[in-house]
């Protein structure tokens, strides 16, 4: 199964869903306010490199994924998050690289 993100602004709002945080849990938790994260998803401003990272951080993913252009193939990408409430976030990822 592929789902296509090919944007930055689709790749922020897929990796926060994923997380499972709404934009307020994301301004608990980063340094962003809720009407900055939506203008990022909505492609209308972009954030800065600061926190580009801190987002990537706080989603379990890297800032260069964030980044990338192209589909983001389900089968390719899997993300496991488990964290305890006083503990720190562990991922565990695995990817597959196809070239063709």
């Given amino acids: 199964m592929e789902v296509l993100m090919t944007s ?6 897929f990796a926060r869903k994923q997380a499972g945080l709404g934009a307020l849990d994301v301004e608990h938790q980063a340094p962003v306010s ?8 909505h492609g209308t401003a972009e954030p800065t490199l600061a926190e580009l990272h801190a987002l990537a951080r706080l989603y379990g993913r890297s800032a260069a994924w964030l980044l990338e252009d192209g589909p983001i193939r389900s089968a390719d990408h899997q993300m496991v998050l488990s964290c305890e409430p006083t503990q720190r976030l562990h991922v ?7 070239h063709g």
């Fill in 8 to 13: 930055l602004p689709a790749r922020l709002k």
């Fill in 34 to 41: 809720p009407e900055a994260l939506l203008a990022w998803e």
């Fill in 92 to 98: 565990k990822a695995s990817v597959t690289v196809r």
